[in-house]
Structures are given as structure tokens and as C-alpha cells.
């Protein structure tokens, strides 16, 4: 009697796993579908929330509907943990963790006011919308743009730790020549302000307004323009080197030993030998 | 004798489709050159109006003058469906639509006042441009562009996508650090100038102020620097992928060995030395 | 007599004509560099004569080395007349009228005042450097970068001709959602603020501040951040392509008929069908 | 006896040579982990000491502190000096100029006050890092970045001297256009804000009020979008180029045929069949 009890509640367990976890079937779909929804909604509650004049109108409104969905999170935060079979898996998990950190700041706001805001980090979950969508070409994408990114990673990193020594260099400078009048008050604040430069950002809040200060600005900025070069042409290569495998892959299989040849003047098999017959 | 009416009609809509339609025609030619000047008239016309200055002094002449082309681009619109053999075709056509909605506006502003701004969308007929200039090298490379943003866009999707989870939390992160005094007033108008600062837009009407804000934007700056490389990375592969294949159209196959020969002024095999004839 | 005197003159024209045309002799790479400094000289002085502090202290001494610049000048294309062949050639070329319009305003500036201002077209007189940096690597360089950028002309007049279509509506859109008061005083304007926003360069003099306008915009700027990678792929592949052509370069010569053979793998010529031995 | 002491002296001078320039055994190590953390300390405090409040407070403490660490540089100098063999090579190296430039300011502000905000230079000794790291990996990245930039200087050269002339013409036109009541006060100012407008950096301290000058930024921005691609497209082939040369450097050659093998798991010629050894 115990073990059919048993029997029935892990054949519940496993359809609901089916249905939060799997994207397969319908009623896995409609799941994921208004999930996705729910997030986008709390994330955009969140944000109207510190819009003082919608908050000054709709406070109650908003305090109440966060409430709700913290609820629906929580009750999905502990049905994942339930219904899966090595919970552990799932609670160390990327998302795992970004789950319950999405509805940890509202029931922490009771002990320290204004945690509330840190509910913002639900955008997280809206990652998870990569995972809905797994269909192969597009997951396709997206690993090819990972891949891409982490290959050409050692290099961005190298580029940007002598970007930073160059800028403190240039900040020094800029603060000896334009001095605190122009707004370069600190060299801390002209690093600040020749990063805001090599990047091309130019707020303007801080401009050079002496003659040697406009010139080495503008020595700066044409500098600037050859280095925003650079990382661009670390990734391109990146994607281009991509894109030149995967043209290889209208390769032939070996007859004998299915390894795939990419040469297409191949007329032996580089693995086994064998002859490749011509069609 | 109605027949003959009836052909002779016929004739008069051919000849009156082939101006407007076809371009390979003197009189076609003229037409369209014509009518791309009307068009562009008629748009300068629309942004003129605006300037508070020239409107007080030219209202007059500035409403006739829309009037006037209104009528003709209307005139136009009616000849184009009398014309065609299949007006239904050209009605839920792209530009069918777009010549619908460009003349619109100016009938509504009797009934909706200041309904006649949407004149502007006229802009869009601009486009047909590209439909006049069918030179095949031309719209080749027209048809390349297309192509390079077809292929990229998913990959472009994601990107933004992405970029926008982004945003959203380094905005929630700003808005916590700046706090109202700096023009950081709620989070959506952080995200705003997150999206202005990672674009490298950098309008400088909101800046940071305190220190940690500044060193959080440095960051954020700098990753957009890395950033700015993978959309730019994605589209240039696409070309240098189109760029490649077209090179290797060209190739023939040798008759005897069936090797590729990629030269296409070859007149021998480079593998087994056959001869390549001629067509 | 007579022709003896010719004969003279004409060794002597010949002899200014290598030193000024020329710069393989001693004297004649001294002209050219002696040039190159006037030149710099002359820019330079248009440039700080119109700083006012500087214009106030020196005017006197300004306006004298202008004026002995170009007479300088003027002696120098008279002398470029002369002992020129044929004179109409050098007038009529780029660097012919350049040099005229380098000396005319000078001239001009007794009848029409403030014209003097005009001779900062001088500084394309400093093109000649590439002219006499006429070593063989450098200027293959230097025609490296125009071919690739003649190549992509067509794809980028393509892409400019779109991307002011897609200013002016979204110009006409900012105009309506943010009106007069946030500085979008008429649709002109808003289509400025529009390519200022498109090409990441973000003055900060106009900016939105309507919460829609604001949303508009982010769209603008991220459709940017998109868009720049357009050009930039085209001018990219376009020197990708450049380079595998060069990279080609490491090729055999035919024994038989010496023409080039690029496949690193060919065993037959493919223009005469020789066999190729293997060294 | 003596010689004695000079053989003691010699190991002595051999570990601390060990220690200070080598990083394979752990003294070495450590010894340039310190060094690094007391370099970006020191880095960090000529900056803060610029930062008014905290000079205010802390004026005391950031004074010892620096000394120290100059004497501790100072110290470290030295015994580069002495346990190197040819420590001439060493002074005269880059890091040794930079080295003796990073103690000299704060003994100079004996004499002169205030050159001691010269220490900053320091921060060029991060550089060292690199050579810390010398993973092979990392530096065969790093000297890809340097093999790249380094090919692409002649051509970025050339670019940089064509845009200037670009900007003084532009700069020269927009001072004619705008007149100095919108901030364009003299021609130097004018090609600074050229700069700032086409590099896309767009400070907005200088910014078009006419309609005609807007129409000419707006020209100059759209140029620039194209512009910013010549840098990016020269940098991005180089790296491109680089990769497939990398690609092709791990090839083989068939023993018999002497084919050239790209794939590295390759067992047979592809072209002969013949069986190719592992080494």
C-alpha cells in the first residue's frame, strides 16, 4: 500500500518535472511561455516602482502585486526543488541560485527596509529564455557567440589591463595640464575621464579647455580611434575562423572508417588509407 | 467595336504600365527620375514646415505646394492600380502600402489637425530609389547587404537581448549608487543611460558623479569597448563569408579527374594535366 | 646663337624640372622637404591668426610671413609652370589647381575682405607627402587602403543613402514624441539629433527627456550600435579579401610557360599542361 | 682568502639575481607578486594624494607611505644594479629607464615642489606584469596582439596624416560657418571639436547652432561612421591573416608525394595513401 502511494507520487514528481523542467510537451511549453511572462512583469514592476510619480499613485498596487509574484516564485522555487530527483543539482546550479536570490531581497525587506530593491536581479532569470528556445539553430548561435567570446577572452583582457595602465598615464597628465578649474579635480577623476575618451563615450561633463589640454585630448582620441580597432578585430577573427570550420563541414565521409574528410581533393582517406571512390 | 475600345484601351494601359513601372524605357526613366525628385521635394517640404521661422513666413506657399504634390502622388497612386493587370498585387504590395500611407495624412488633417506630420513617412518612398538603379552590379551589391543582415540577425538578437539584461541590471546598480541627486532618478532612466554609455552615445545629461559611480561606469564603459566588438564581429564575418564564396562560384570541374580548378583562365588541369575546353 | 642660348635654357629648365617634379636627386628631396615645412608653416599661421589672443600681440608679424609665404608660393608655381613641358598637364591637375587655390585668396583679399581665410586650403598641399614618401612599400600601402576603399564606395553610398531614409523618419517620430520644449525644435533638427545619436556620437545638446522619448531613443541607439557594424564589415572583408590575394602570392612559376601557378598542390600547369616537378 | 669571499659573494649575487629577475623558482615568484602589489599601492597613493578630502586628512600618512615605498624601490634598484653581470644592459634597458624614472621625482621635489606627482609614471612598471606571466600561452597572445598593431602601423600612419588634413579643412570650414558666438572661437578650436566630432567621441562642450553648420556636422559624423571602419578593417584582416597562418603552421608533409597535410590526427596521405609515421 505504502510502495503505491509511493509509486503515484513519484509518477506525479516526474510529470511535473516534465512540465517546469522540459520544453517539450504543451503543457511544458505554456509553463516556460508564462514564466517568462511573470518575470518580465515583476522585473518591470520593480522598475516603475522607483518612479516616484507612479509610486506616490501606485504604491499599494505595486507593494501587493510584488508580493504575489514573490509567492508564485517561491512556490516554483520550491516545486523545482521537489519535483527533481537530485535537488542538490538544481539548488547550486546557475539558476538555481539566481532563483532564490530573486525572492530572497522581498522577504529580507521585513528586517532591513529598502533591500527591496535588489528584487532586480530577477532580470537574471530572464537568461532562462535561451534555454526555452532550444532549438538547434538558435542555440547553435548562441554557443557560437560563447565560444567566440571565451576564445578571444586571454586577449580582450591583456588589451584592457594596458589600456588601464595607458589611461593612467594619460589621466596623470591631463591633471598636471589642465588642472582643477577644467574639472580634472583628482588624477582618479582624470582616469575617469580619459577612459570616457578612448571609449568614444564623451559625456562632456569634463572637457579639456586649455590649448595643450585640447591638443593631447585630441592625441587621445585619434589614439582611441586605432585602439577601439583592436578588440573588434580579436573577436571578428574569432567569428571569421568560426565560420571558415563550419564551411568546411560539406566534407565527405570515408567509406570504410567514417571519418570525415575535409579536403575535397581528397582521393585517399587520411585515416585508414582507403581509397575515396569519386561518384 | 466595343473590342476594339477595349484593346485600344488595352494598349494605352500597357503603355502607360511600362512608363511607370519599368524603367528600361526613355519615357519610364524620365518618370521615375521625376517622381524620386516630387518625392524628395515633398519630404524636404514636410521638415521645412516645422522650422518655426519658414513656416511664419511661407505658410502659405508651404501648405499649397503639399496640397499640390498630395494630388499628384495621388493622380500617381490611382494610375499605378488602373494600370496593373493585378492592382490587388500592387495595393498589398511593400511600396503599395507606403504609397497609400504617404498620401493619407493630408485628406485625414481635414478631419484630424496636425495628422499631416505623417506626410514624412513619404521618406519611405525613397527606398524605390534602389527599384530605379536596377543595374545588376548595383542591386548585387544591394542584395549582398541584405543578405549579410539576414544571416547575422539571430545572432544579433541574441546579442541584444542579452545587452539588454545587461542594462537593466548595472542601471539597477547605478540607480542604488548615483541615487536621485545626480539625475539617476529612477531605474528605467538608468537603464537609459546605461544603453547611452555601453553605445558609447554618451549624451552627458546624465552623468555619475560620486566616485564609485565613476568607477562602475569606467567598467561599464570599458566592457562596452568589448562589447561594440561582437555585433561589429558578426556582420563583418557574414561579408568576408559572402566575400569567399564568390570567389570559389567560379570554379570549373576538371572533365577527367573531376578535381575543382578555382583559376578560371585555366586550360589545364592542375592534377592529372587534362585539357579544359572552352564553351 | 640664338639656339645655343635655347639649348641653355632648356638644360636649365630641365635641371629645375628634376628638382622641383623629381625627389630621387639630393636637391630635388630638399626642395620637397623645405616644402613640406613651408607648407606646415603656412597652415599653421592661417590656423593662429585666428586666435584672437595670439592675432592681438602678432597681427603684424602674421600678416607679413603670410604674405612672404605666398609669394614663395607664387614663385614656386610659376616655376612649376615653367619648367614644365607641358604646362596644361600640371594646371590642370589635382595638385595644379590646388596649388592655384593655395595662392589665389591671398590675392583676393584686397578686394574682398576676410577671404585671406580661405588659404587653410593649403593644407592639402600636404597630400604631396605621400607623393615624395614615394617609397615602394609605403605607397603600396597607401594604395592598398584606397583600392579597398573604392571597392566597398558603392556598398557604402548604399548603406548612407538608408541609413538618412531611416534619420528622417525616426527624426519626424522624436519631433512629435518630444516637441519643442526638449530642444527638438522642428523636424531638421530632430533628424541632426537623429545621425548625432545613429553614428555613437551623442553631443548632449539636444537630448530626450520624455520617458517615451527615452525609450525611442535607447531603440536608436542599440539599431546603432548594430548599424556601425555595416561599414565596417565592408571596408573589413574588403581588406580580409586583399590580403588572402596577397597571401597568394607564394606561388610557383611554370618551367614551361612561366605563368604563375597558385594551388600549392597543382602537379600540372594549368595554363600549358606541363608537368611540375617536385624539387 | 679574498678569492674566498669573492666566490661567497658571487653565489650571493647568482640567488639574488635568481630571485629578482627570474619568476621560475618560488623566491622568484613571490618576490614579483610583492613587487607588483607595492607597485600598484604606490600607483594608487600618488592618485588619492590628488583627491582633495582625502589629502586633507590622510596628508600625513600618504607622505610616509610614498617614502617608503621609494626607498623600498630605490633599495630594489640598486640590487638590480649590483647582482646584475652587465648591469649597464640592464640601466639602459626600458624597464631600467623606467625603474630609475619611478624613484627620481620624490628626491627632486626636494628641490623642485611639486614634480613629485611625476611619480606616476610607476604605473608603466605594471607592465612587468607581462613578463611575469610568462605563460607561454599568454605571451604567445600577447606577442599576436604586438605582431598585429605592429603590421598595421604603417597603414594606420598613413590614415591618421590623412585624416588631420581632413580635420583642418573641416575645422577651417565649420569656424567660417559658426563664427565664434557658438564656441567655435578660433581654427585650432574648430579642428578639436573636427577631432572630437569624427573620432565619435562627441563631448558636446563645442556643438553646431546654425542649420547650415549642423548639416555640415551631420556630413562630417556620417563620414566618420564610414571613417572609423579603415582602422578597424586594417587591425581586424591583420588578426584574420594571422589566424590562418596559425592554422596552416601545423601541416605536414606525406613522405612520399609530399603533399601537404592539414589535418594533425591525419595516419595517411590523402592525395597517395602512403602511411605517414608518427614520430
Known sequence: MKNHIKTKYEILRQKIYI????SNTF???????ILLGVILLSVLLVMLETVEQLDAKYHQFLIISEWIITVVFTLEYIMRIISNKKPLNYILSFYGIVDLISILPMYLSFFIPGSRMLSVIRALRLL???GILNL???TGQESQLKLAIKASRTKIIVFVYFVLIVSILLGAIMYVVEGKESGFTSIPVSIYWCIVTLTTV??????PVTTLGQIIASFIMIMGYGIIAVPTGIVTAEFAGMKNKDKNNDVKKCPSCTTLIYKDDARYCHHCGEKICDE
Open 128 to 130: 532562462r529564455l535561451f
Open 202 to 207: 564623451g559625456y562632456g561633463d569634463i572637457a
Open 27 to 33: 503543457a511544458g511549453k505554456l509553463f516556460d511561455l
Open 136 to 138: 538547434v539553430h538558435f
Open 19 to 22: 512540465i517546469i523542467y522540459g
